[in-house]
C-alpha cells in the first residue's frame, strides 16, 4: 500500500498530509455549507476554505489526469469522481451569478410604491417620525475647511440645538414639557418590557452609542468628515442629567471601538465629569470599553458571533444617536447600521475592531449583483431584533443637522426642498425601529437620485437591495429562506415579529405617508409646515397660546389690543381655520366648517392685518377625547 501512494503521489511528507487532510476538509466543508444554502459561499469562513478547496480539486483534476494516462481503468474513476466535485462547485456558482445583474432601483417601482405600509406601528403615537429642522442651527456659510469646521460653534448654534431636542421629544410623547414628555417615552418603553407602565427609576443605567466611525480608535481631533455633532451630545446630556436628574455615573456615553473626539468629550466632561466616556483606546481621560465574557450576539445565518460592551448588558435603556449618511457598501446607514461598531470579532479587541472582513458578506454594493436582491440574508435586521441592541432601544435620535457620504463623511449641502442647497439642519427621533430607517431611507434615496451632480454621481444608495433590511424588519414575510431572525440566541429558537412599520412618501415635496393622509396605519412624519430662520420670527414677547396641549378649547393671547389675522394649520400645511382677532381668542379645535378636527399637532400663526407681516407662530397639540 505505502509503493502504492508512492507510485502515486509522490514521497509522503508531513506537508503533504498536511496538504490532503486540509484540502479534504475544505472541500467537505464547502459542500456542506454552500449545497442547502448556495448564498453562504460569501460568508467570511467560506471564503477563507475556497481557496485551500480550489488548489486541493486542482490538484486531483492534474493527478487523475496522469493516472488515467497509465492506468486508465482505477484512473477513470478518480477523474470522474474528482470531476463530479468539479461539477457541483461549478454548478453553485452559476447559480449564483445568474441572480439579475445591477440594476438601480429607480428603475424597479415594485419597492417603491407609495403609501403602502407594511408592518406593525410602534411608539405612543404609533410609527410616529419627528423631523425637527431649523437652519438657523446651522451656518449657511461654513467653508467646512481648516479653521471653518461644521462642528465648531460659529458654525453649529448650541441654543437651536438644544430646542430641536427638547421640541423633537415633545412631539415623539405629545407632552408639553421635556420631563412629562421623557417619562411618557420611559412608560411606553417599560409597559412593552414587562416592567408595567413606570417611568425611570433612580439608579436604573442607560447607554448612548454614537457614531464617531471615521475615527480610529484613538481619534482625538474631529476634521472635515462627518461624526457625531459635539452641541448634539451635549444638548443630550443636558436633557438626561439636568431635566431628568440621572445620575453620571449611570450614563455611558461613546462609540464603544472608536475614538472620544476631544471636541464632545472635553466641554462635556468638563460639565458632567462622572459620565462614563468610553471609546477603543482608553487613554487621556477616557475609559476603554470592557467587553462581555461570553458571546451574546449570534447572527441568525450562523456565520459570526460578538461578545458585546459590558455597558449594554447592564444598561436598562439604550439611545441609538446615528449620523445621516449614504453608505459605499450598505447603501445608507442610519440608526440600524450603527451598530456594526457594537460587534467585535473574536480575535479582536476594542482598539483593532473592523468588520469589514465578518459583516460585510451581506452588503448589496459588496456583494456584487447576488446580493443586489431583496429576500437574502441581511444581518442589520440582527441588530434591530437583538435584546441588547434595538430590543432595548428607548429611542432613535439621528444626526441630521450635518448630513454625510459614504462611511468617511464626505459633509454635503442638499438640493431638496426645503434644505434648497443649504445643510440638512435636522434632527429625526422616533420609538419605531423600522419607521426611523424608512423615513431616513426616503430622504436620502431621493436626495442622491434626483440631485445626483450635488454628490459626486455616486449611485450606492440607489442599489438593489439597499432597502431589503427594511422590508425583513417589518414583517417577517419578507424574510429570507431558511432564516428566523433571533440574534440573542445561539439556537435562534425564538423568533422575533414585525419590529415596527415600513412605508413610503408620497413624493420628495409633500413628504406624506399614510397616517399624515389618513389613508392608513403606517408612518405619521411631524414636521413643522413652515421651516423656520433666524429671520422669520419677529418678537414673541407677550403672545402665548394655553393650555398646550389642549382638549376642548385654545386660549390664544396677543401683546396688546392690535388687530391680527388669525391663521391656524394642520400638521400638513393646510389651512384649517382663519379668523380675526384683537387681544385675545378662544378656537375650540373646529375647522371653517364647525366640524371637529382630528388630534394633532397643529401650527398657529399671528399675522398683522395691515401689513401681513408674521409677528407670531407656535405649535400646539390638539389631544381632543
Known amino acids: 500500500m505505502n509503493y502504492k501512494l508512492k507510485k502515486y503521489f509522490g514521497p509522503i511528507s508531513h506537508t503533504k498530509v498536511a496538504f490532503f487532510l486540509l484540502g479534504i476538509a475544505s472541500t467537505i466543508w464547502f459542500l456542506v455549507r454552500v449545497i442547502p444554502k448556495p448564498s453562504r459561499s460569501t460568508y467570511p469562513c467560506m471564503r477563507a476554505s475556497a481557496p485551500f478547496m480550489s488548489a486541493f480539486v486542482i490538484y486531483l483534476i492534474g493527478l487523475a489526469s496522469t493516472i488515467y494516462v497509465f492506468k486508465r481503468k482505477k484512473g ?27 440594476q438601480l432601483l429607480k428603475n424597479d417601482s415594485s419597492y417603491l410604491t407609495a403609501n403602502a405600509p407594511i408592518g406593525i406601528a410602534k411608539g405612543i403615537f404609533p410609527g410616529r417620525v419627528v423631523w425637527e429642522m431649523d437652519k438657523a442651527a446651522t451656518n449657511e456659510n461654513c467653508t467646512n475647511k481648516t479653521g471653518n469646521f461644521w462642528f465648531m460653534n460659529q458654525n453649529t448654534n448650541q441654543v437651536a440645538v438644544e430646542k430641536m431636542l427638547a421640541d423633537g421629544i415633545k412631539k415623539v410623547s405629545g407632552e408639553n414639557t421635556s420631563a412629562k414628555a421623557w417619562d411618557a417615552i420611559f412608560k411606553y418603553f417599560n409597559s412593552n418590557h414587562n416592567k408595567g407602565s413606570v417611568g425611570y427609576t433612580s439608579g436604573e443605567k442607560i447607554v448612548v452609542k454614537i457614531n464617531c466611525t471615521t475615527l480610529g480608535s484613538g481619534g482625538r481631533k474631529l476634521n472635515q468628515q462627518l461624526n457625531a455633532t459635539p452641541q448634539l451630545a451635549m444638548a443630550l446630556l443636558e436633557q438626561l442629567i439636568d431635566t431628568l436628574k440621572i445620575a453620571q455615573a449611570n450614563i455611558t456615553f461613546g462609540d464603544p471601538y472608536r475614538g472620544m473626539p476631544d471636541e464632545i468629550y472635553t466641554p462635556c466632561h468638563t460639565k458632567y465629569p462622572g459620565v462614563h466616556f468610553i471609546e477603543g483606546m482608553g487613554t487621556n481621560g477616557r475609559e476603554q470599553t470592557k467587553l462581555s465574557k461570553d458571546n451574546v450576539f449570534f447572527t441568525s445565518d ?16 439604550l439611545i441609538n444617536m446615528p449620523s445621516l449618511k449614504t453608505h459605499n457598501s450598505a447603501g445608507v446607514t442610519i440608526a440600524a447600521k450603527n451598530h456594526q461598531g457594537s460587534v467585535i470579532a473574536a480575535d479582536q479587541n476594542p482598539n483593532t475592531q473592523s468588520m469589514i472582513n465578518y459583516l460585510h458578506y451581506d452588503y448589496p454594493v459588496d456583494g456584487g449583483p447576488e446580493n443586489q436582491v431583496m429576500g437574502i440574508y441581511r444581518h442589520i435586521v440582527d441588530y434591530m431584533a437583538h435584546k441588547y441592541l434595538g430590543g432595548n432601544t428607548l429611542i432613535y435620535i439621528v444626526d441630521g443637522l450635518w448630513s454625510g457620504r459614504n462611511w468617511d463623511g464626505v459633509v ?29 431611507f426616503d430622504f436620502l434615496y431621493n436626495e442622491y437620485k434626483d440631485y445626483p451632480a450635488a454628490h459626486g454621481n455616486v449611485n450606492y ?18 424574510w429570507a429562506a431558511g432564516i428566523q431572525y433571533d440574534p440573542s440566541s445561539a439556537d435562534h429558537s425564538s423568533p422575533v415579529g414585525s419590529l415596527g412599520v415600513e412605508e413610503h412618501w408620497n413624493n420628495s415635496t409633500d413628504k406624506q405617508y399614510s397616517r399624515n393622509l389618513g389613508t392608513g396605519n403606517g408612518i405619521e412624519l411631524v414636521y413643522k409646515s413652515g421651516v423656520t430662520g433666524t429671520n422669520t420670527l419677529v418678537q414673541e414677547d407677550g403672545f402665548k397660546a394655553y393650555p398646550n396641549p389642549f382638549n376642548q378649547s385654545l386660549r390664544i393671547e396677543a401683546a396688546n389690543n392690535q388687530s391680527l389675522n388669525l391663521n391656524i394649520f394642520n400638521i400638513n400645511g393646510q389651512l384649517v381655520y382663519k379668523t380675526v382677532m ?6 375650540n379645535g373646529t375647522s371653517q366648517d364647525g366640524s371637529t378636527l382630528p388630534k394633532g399637532i397643529y401650527l398657529v400663526k399671528l399675522n398683522d392685518k395691515t401689513s401681513g407681516k408674521l409677528v407670531w407662530t407656535e405649535e400646539i397639540i390638539y389631544n381632543k377625547y
Open 461 to 478: 444608495p440607489l442599489v438593489n437591495g439597499v432597502q431589503d433590511y427594511i422590508y425583513q424588519a417589518a414583517d417577517p414575510a419578507n
Open 76 to 102: 477513470r474513476l478518480i477523474l470522474k469522481g474528482v470531476l463530479g466535485i468539479v461539477f457541483v462547485v461549478s454548478l453553485l456558482f452559476s447559480f449564483r451569478s445568474s441572480t439579475p445583474e445591477n
Open 412 to 440: 454635503e449641502k442638499w438640493k431638496m426642498p426645503p434644505f434648497s442647497n443649504d445643510w440638512t439642519s435636522s434632527l429625526f427621533l422616533s420609538q419605531d425601529p423600522v419607521a426611523i430607517e424608512s423615513v431616513g
Open 582 to 587: 384683537n387681544k385675545t381668542y378662544l378656537w
Open 302 to 317: 450562523d456565520s459570526f458571533q460578538s461578545r458585546l460592551p459590558q455597558a449594554y448588558l447592564d444598561a436598562a435603556y
